[in-house]
């Protein structure tokens, strides 16, 4: 028989998902692009035609392929261009990644939080996922695009939170000042729904892949073996080695800021194939993928 308090929770977790029911969906224009990339008789040509009909996403295109991160020598000025430098795979990703900031937007009407923070901690784990993709086994085991995406939602639960289950978000952020406890932690003692179960399944209400809504569901707990097991320990190690560095500041050494590995878990290094000198590359190809330009501006505005 299960106890008033599992009673509680799932009364909890169907509320929210009924709510999930009621948000956005995301726009056609993302399963339209993702039919014609994984159609081979699609032409680069016939791709930009859908993606130009969405003026806002065209914009947000060009100014993700001209920035720094993917690296065009010379000025992107029209879709079909883009499309053409960067490949269909790339370009499903950035349609996709575009459309889910564009649906959020619409969401922040609460502000219970720094969402200028939260989503330049997204952001980050979401290079850091790819980058850890294009390292473990060299890019075999995770296909490092996806790995951006499931970076970039990996939180995105915390927004459902704030705006759907407002009084939990307040108890959340008494417990962390209370007693200095991790999000995650927090929202454990203060009996609340997970960020990541939310997240999962606002992942699975959008029709995503289920793999991303597998990471999305795992990156605070060991992710059961299946086909996402993979993509979740590149989110997981992410999310660990932001914070890492973000605790890592020029007045403290490495072992000041943090006394735990970036990586805690050795089995999530075993899982990825990945060495401590991978980490130790990571940290620089991070810095110096931030600190060409400004990725976060260019994916939130």
Not at 19 to 34: G, K, M
Not at 66 to 71: E, H, R, V
Not at 72 to 100: D, M, P, Q, Y
Not at 243 to 250: A, D, F, I, Q, Y
Request: with cysteine; proline share 5%; charged share 30%.
């Amino acid at each position: 028989m299960a106890s008033p308090e599992s009673k509680s929770r799932r009364k909890k977790l169907d509320k929210v998902l009924d709510e999930i029911l009621t948000l956005p969906s995301l726009p056609e224009i993302v399963a339209e692009v993702t039919a014609l990339v994984n159609d081979p008789d699609t032409g680069i040509a016939e791709i930009a035609k859908v993606i130009e009909r969405d003026p806002a996403l065209s914009m947000k295109l060009l100014r993700l392929v001209n920035s720094a991160f993917y690296g065009t020598r010379n000025e992107v000025t029209s879709i079909e261009l883009a499309a053409a430098l960067v490949g269909g795979r790339v370009l499903k990703n950035l349609v996709l990644n575009a459309s889910v900031l564009k649906t959020l937007e619409g969401l922040g009407k609460k502000k219970l939080f720094d969402h200028h923070e939260f989503w330049a901690h997204s952001i980050s784990c979401a290079v850091l996922a790819k980058l850890i993709g294009e390292k473990a086994e060299k890019g075999h085991l995770i296909d490092p695009e996806e790995a951006f995406t499931a970076g970039l939602l990996h939180d995105v639960g915390k927004i459902i939170i704030e705006q759907f289950l407002s009084d939990d978000f307040i108890q959340i952020l008494e417990v962390i000042k209370a007693e200095g406890l991790p999000f995650s932690e927090a929202e454990e003692r203060a009996g609340c729904l997970s960020h990541a179960e939310i997240g999962a399944a606002l992942a699975e209400k959008w029709g995503l892949p289920l793999n991303l809504a597998h990471a999305v569901r795992y990156h605070h707990s060991s992710p059961p073996d299946s086909d996402g097991k993979y993509l979740a320990c590149a989110v997981i190690l992410a999310d660990k080695f932001h914070h890492w560095l973000e605790e890592k500041t020029p007045e403290k050494d490495e072992e000041e800021a943090d006394p735990k590995s970036p990586a805690p878990n050795p089995k999530i290094l075993k899982e990825l194939r990945l060495t401590q000198n991978d980490l130790t590359a990571l940290e620089a190809d991070f810095q110096s993928t931030m600190e060409s330009g400004d990725l976060v501006q260019v994916f939130s505005e």
